[in-house]
């Protein structure tokens, strides 16, 4: 799918009025992402004027972006697309009425074209090509790290506070409390393990882990002998996950670039060490802190990482060295600064969206949009 790149949209074609006064803002500063993100957070809590960002979506996205993020609507109806001040249009993968909602689009409009799913899953689980959307949207928001708006499953700065804070405003659990509750060594849950190929490998592995002696306690559609998990919200998942010293974070699409979902993050925030299949490593080394997880690919065979497993959950010292992470400062994590997302989008309406810098194509490609490609010269913004 290609996205269309409308020279027209200027910064002041974006606001959609004619403003005379602009506020110019001299980026005579240290060029690091830190220094831009500082720059870009005064510019997104000055701005004056609110937007409208209008998501097809079957879910509730009924919130306003405020603050770093600019000021923004969020809105679910369909009517306000004819709103003067609704500068995006957000359209879920599924939508089936894009073709009659792209008719009467106008031109200071973003459409934005979302999705989580993997291509694999589109392409051949849902028997889309895209080619039919060639051509009709300006941006992509997906969990890929270089799409047009990086909107991941989760970010491993939320899930910091969380465990910082631990939901509530308290301060961090103690590592060794932690690890005291931890008396099983490991768990998966599952209910996908045969139809896709990345569904049936992960499947495989797990059995070979077993066979290697790991005991591995299977939940889930997949284990239909085993006792069912919590039921209620994530949280209970997550303190019946919390007894386990490692989860097995695997993704039924393989080696899929920045395809990172919930399994993973679901661990880090109940204080499980998550062993990963997925994307290579470096995917992960580019969103998680140094040493907060154990990659499949870095050992031959399931046998060698069973063998890897039970010898943490016989060393404490060398197990908790996984767990260190969680006493990290924020601005330490990797791509902490980093905004996504509807907030994100509603940066680029009000023309603040530096953190476009993570992605290495962003000057070439896209200059038209209000900005983009101006961050080692004067910047102006609208107000």
Not at 65 to 94: F, P, Q, Y
Request: glycine share 6%.
């Amino acid at each position: 799918m290609q996205n269309i790149r409308q020279e027209k949209h200027t910064s002041s074609k974006i606001t959609g009025e004619v403003v005379p006064d602009k506020v110019e803002i001299s980026a005579q500063v240290d060029n690091s992402v830190d220094s831009q993100h500082l720059l870009d957070s005064h510019l997104a809590k000055a701005a004056e004027q609110q937007y409208k960002i209008v998501i097809l979506s079957k879910y509730d996205f009924g919130w306003r972006a405020k603050g770093d993020c600019g000021d923004c609507e969020i809105s679910r109806n369909v009517s306000e697309i004819e709103h003067a001040n609704t500068k995006a249009v957000v359209l879920s993968w599924n939508e089936k009425n894009i073709g009659q909602l792209l008719k009467n689009r106008r031109s200071d409009q973003y459409y934005v074209w979302w999705t989580m799913e993997g291509p694999r899953h589109l392409r051949f689980g849902k028997n889309m090509t895209l080619k039919e959307y060639d051509g009709l949207f300006n941006l992509t928001m997906t969990y890929r790290r270089d799409a047009d708006i990086y909107s991941p499953y989760d970010h491993i700065s939320n899930i910091l506070w969380f465990v910082q804070n631990d939901g509530t405003g308290n301060a961090t659990k103690d590592l060794d409390e932690l690890i005291r509750m931890k008396t099983n060594i490991s768990v998966w849950i599952v209910s996908n393990c045969k139809g896709k190929k990345g569904a049936i490998t992960r499947w495989q592995y797990v059995l070979e882990l077993r066979k290697a002696g790991l005991d591995v306690d299977g939940r889930g559609g997949c284990f239909h002998e085993s006792d069912p998990i919590p039921h209620g919200d994530n949280k209970n998942t997550e303190n019946f996950i919390k007894r386990y010293k490692f989860y097995m974070a695997f993704e039924n699409n393989l080696y899929c670039k920045d395809y990172i979902t919930e399994k993973l993050f679901r661990s880090l925030r109940a204080g499980t060490v998550p062993v990963v299949m997925g994307p290579n490593k470096t995917g992960y080394e580019a969103i998680l802190p140094t040493h907060s997880f154990i990659h499949v690919d870095d050992f031959e065979s399931p046998a060698k990482l069973a063998s890897y497993l039970q010898y943490l959950d016989k060393n404490i010292t060398a197990y908790t060295e996984y767990l260190w992470w969680r006493k990290s400062k924020m601005k330490n994590l990797p791509q902490s600064s980093r905004k996504y997302a509807l907030c994100q989008l509603c940066r680029i309406l009000h023309g603040i969206n530096i953190d476009n810098v993570y992605n290495t194509q962003y000057e070439q490609l896209y200059t038209h949009i209000p900005l983009f490609g101006y961050s080692k010269k004067q910047r102006i913004v609208n107000r």
